[in-house]
């Protein structure tokens, strides 16, 4: 029998036809939906006359437009309110299963997924966002997909999709204090830029890995599509029978038990080839910062930004374009430079185990006077564990108010907008130009170095508030 990779036995047992020369047709478990890409999909069923072919695989969820203060009131934004409005109307008429604005189930569609039970081994999942991947630390296939293919999901429960190739990235070695899974993908993406891995999925393995946590691997699971990848995935083991375990529900599920045993078979036989391998050592990794404006433009916070992007050349247009934008300079530290801005959360950074990172720093200091900070939790349900764990107590004690849940200042589709020239430490995923706002200045870090920051009012090295006696999880 032909060995295979964990992602080959997961997408050839979905195929329903192949096309001579052309993609697969390929059946799809779990579709999430929220408020921004389903309106137009809908629209084109309705102009078909064509009904939600099976409603109970589709979860949606309010989170993209949404604002983080003073839920309870009417959406000021006219697109936002309206978009929001569409999906509870287009929801009621199919039959889908929505937890919309105020549900006490709401959030980010890419945290209430994996929380509700709604994401499980072995499936295929698909939204219309592109940090779809993040369920794949599950152990599935997941990837993002556009609007027009959200309408295809919707009417026939597949897609058509070319099968992408397969890369395998390894991690060995124990991980450095205070650093983070965050500080992983961000390292791994800087060494193989922005577009090292375009036209893969990736799988994610290694002692490092299988170290991690199911929110530290969703964190790198999710910032996949940031490497240029379709997706990436991490092969289901007993930390996600436990995770699964520990939920209050499962929906589908009637023995976990039996569910696990076929689970554990899903791993990529110890023969199975893939187009290309990487491996690092986890114990060469710093916590890390962004200087420019794509995820590949990290360091080393304690490091100074390169003279160029490839090393013993001249610096290229397009890169002093991007420090010009951010107001940097090549050979620069960052350590110490002012920053505006604190944002926590997203679909990156909005679980539970980041707002204890975040808490066990700033526990007992205050928050820095020139600092803004935006603490938005990635769902009602890690609202609710911030609040029983005592940790809301430690970040108003500092000076923080937390927010409502949403995507908030991850992108600039609501309120939560950081100010042109402004620059905000985030643990969101992008830090494109004005992704947070029109002439915004974003440097992706981890849970730890925002609130390092958020403290200090500068770039500060978040292991000089980690002791060994007070060391922060992964």
Not at 222 to 245: K, V
Not at 294 to 319: L, R
Not at 406 to 424: F, H, R, T
Request: charged letters at 20%; hydrophobic letters at 35%; a neutral charge.
């Amino acid at each position: 029998m032909e060995a295979k990779t964990l992602f080959d036995k997961i997408w050839d047992s979905h195929v329903v036809r192949s096309i001579e020369a052309g993609p697969d047709v390929l059946y799809i478990d779990r579709h999430y939906i929220h408020e921004v890409t389903s309106p137009q999909a809908f629209n084109g069923l309705k102009e078909r006359g064509i009904p939600v072919f099976r409603p109970g695989k589709t979860i949606a969820t309010a989170d993209h437009n949404i604002p983080t203060k003073d839920q309870h009131l009417p959406i000021s934004d006219q697109l936002s309110r309206n978009q929001v409005e569409r999906l509870t109307e287009n929801c009621q008429k199919y039959g889908i299963e929505l937890f919309g604005l105020n549900h006490p189930k709401n959030g980010i569609v890419h945290v209430i997924g994996p929380e509700l039970g709604y994401t499980l081994p072995g499936m295929t999942i698909v939204c219309g966002d592109s940090h779809t991947s993040t369920h794949g630390a599950f152990g599935t296939i997941a990837f993002g997909i556009g609007t027009s293919e959200v309408e295809m999901v919707l009417a026939t429960q597949c897609i058509l999709q070319p099968k992408p190739k397969k890369m395998r990235i390894t991690l060995y070695g124990d991980l450095q204090k205070g650093v983070t899974s965050k500080d992983i993908v961000m390292y791994i993406i800087s060494e193989i830029s922005a577009s090292g891995a375009t036209g893969y999925f990736v799988e994610y393995c290694g002692p490092a890995i299988k170290s991690l946590s199911m929110e530290a691997r969703m964190t790198i699971c999710n910032m996949s599509i940031e490497m240029g990848a379709r997706g990436g995935l991490i092969a289901p083991d007993e930390t996600t029978f436990d995770y699964l375990r520990n939920l209050s529900s499962i929906p589908g599920i009637q023995n976990l038990e039996l569910a696990i045993n076929d689970w554990q078979k899903l791993q990529s036989d110890p023969d199975a080839t893939f187009d290309r391998e990487l491996t690092f050592d986890a114990a060469l990794i710093s916590p890390m910062i962004t200087y420019g404006t794509n995820p590949g433009m990290g360091m080393a916070i304690s490091a100074s930004i390169p003279i160029s992007e490839v090393k013993n050349s001249q610096p290229s247009a397009s890169f002093i374009k991007s420090l010009d934008y951010m107001g940097f300079k090549p050979g620069m530290k960052l350590l110490g430079h002012p920053i505006d801005y604190v944002f926590i959360g997203s679909c990156t950074n909005g679980r539970i185990e980041d707002f204890r990172a975040f808490a066990q720093i700033i526990r007992g200091r205050k928050k820095a006077t020139n600092v803004t900070a935006l603490i938005v939790p990635g769902s009602k349900r890690v609202e609710e564990q911030m609040t029983a764990e005592g940790l809301l107590e430690i970040y108003k004690n500092a000076g923080f108010e937390v927010r409502q849940p949403g995507c908030s200042s991850c992108l600039a589709m609501n309120e939560d907008k950081i100010p042109q020239g402004k620059y905000a430490v985030s643990t969101s995923n992008r830090n494109f130009e004005g992704r947070q706002g029109p002439g915004s200045r974003t440097l992706l870090a981890s849970p730890l170095t925002a609130a390092a920051a958020a403290i200090t009012g500068r770039i500060t090295d978040p292991r000089e508030f980690i002791t060994e006696e007070n060391k922060v999880k992964k």
